[in-house]
């Protein structure tokens, strides 16, 4: 089973080329990951088998279904950097907007089977004695982890990170490796990354864009290809 195929993807934002004629599969259980140059197109990548970029070309499927049929089983942890900390919201709901993607519905009432999914989150991702806590207060490392548990939330069979480790300090960082070679026991990852110690923890194949695919294979950590 193919957990993600792409075929001939090109997008441009304008005249800007992100991403040409890519094309790529990833198996059912692969733990994938992606680096390159600042500008490669790797968070576009990402984005687009998401379905949150109109694709300019090309198709992406995900488990053998169109991105607009299979979005609810996708996770993803987005950049920290792009995130807005200063929102006036709780640990535990943000959480819990991860449980409601899988349902579409903005009266959705929480159930308290969504509540018990949310908690366990947290304390997978090793930070439910903060639940309460106002995401403001939280530290790099913590609100990363905060982001992985709401991707969790979904319940995915596909996570997709983009540099979950880029503001985060070394102790953080060892447990979200750890973290993500257990969560790969149960599903696909993709993980975009700068980080070596994460290419050698962690993946198992690995993907270089810039502007389009240099390399995709099995991940040799003696070959110079990065
Ligand atoms: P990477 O994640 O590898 O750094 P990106 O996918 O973020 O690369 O960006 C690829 C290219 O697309 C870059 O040239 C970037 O400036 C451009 N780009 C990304 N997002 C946008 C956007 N929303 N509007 C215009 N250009 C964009
Ligand atoms: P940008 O990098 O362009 O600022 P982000 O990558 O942070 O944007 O997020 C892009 C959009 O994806 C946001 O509107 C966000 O609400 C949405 N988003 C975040 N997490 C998920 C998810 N798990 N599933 C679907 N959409 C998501």
């Not at 949310?118 to 982890?145: M, P, T």
């Not at 102790?171 to 990354?193: A, C, F, H, W």
Request: charged content about 25%; glycine content about 8%; proline content about 3%.
């Amino acid at each position: 089973m193919k957990a993600v195929k792409i075929e001939n993807l090109s997008v441009y934002y304008g005249q800007t080329k992100a991403l040409e004629n890519v094309s790529m599969e990833v198996e059912e259980g692969e733990f994938l990951g992606i680096m390159g140059p600042n500008g490669g197109g790797k968070s576009t990548l990402l984005k687009a088998v998401l379905g949150l970029i109109p694709t300019t070309t090309g198709r992406i499927l995900v488990y053998n279904k169109d991105i607009k049929e299979n979005r609810s089983i996708i996770g993803y942890v987005p950049q920290f950097a792009t995130m807005d900390k200063r929102f006036p919201i709780s640990v535990f709901e943000v959480v819990l907007t991860g449980c409601i993607r899988k349902k579409i519905s903005l009266f959705h009432k929480y159930s308290s089977k969504d509540r018990e999914l949310a908690y366990e989150q947290l304390n997978r991702v090793g930070i439910a004695k903060l639940a309460n806590r106002q995401i403001s207060e939280l530290s790099g490392g913590e609100f990363q982890k905060l982001l992985i548990a709401r991707a969790l939330a979904v319940q995915p069979k596909l996570l997709l990170l983009d540099e979950p480790t880029a503001s985060v300090d070394a102790k953080s960082r060892d447990q979200i490796y750890e973290l993500l070679g257990e969560l790969n026991k149960e599903m696909t990852i993709i993980l975009v990354t700068h980080d070596m110690m994460a290419i050698s923890s962690n993946v198992r194949s690995l993907a270089c864009l810039n502007g389009d695919l240099t390399y995709h294979g099995e991940l040799e950590l003696n070959e110079n290809i990065v």
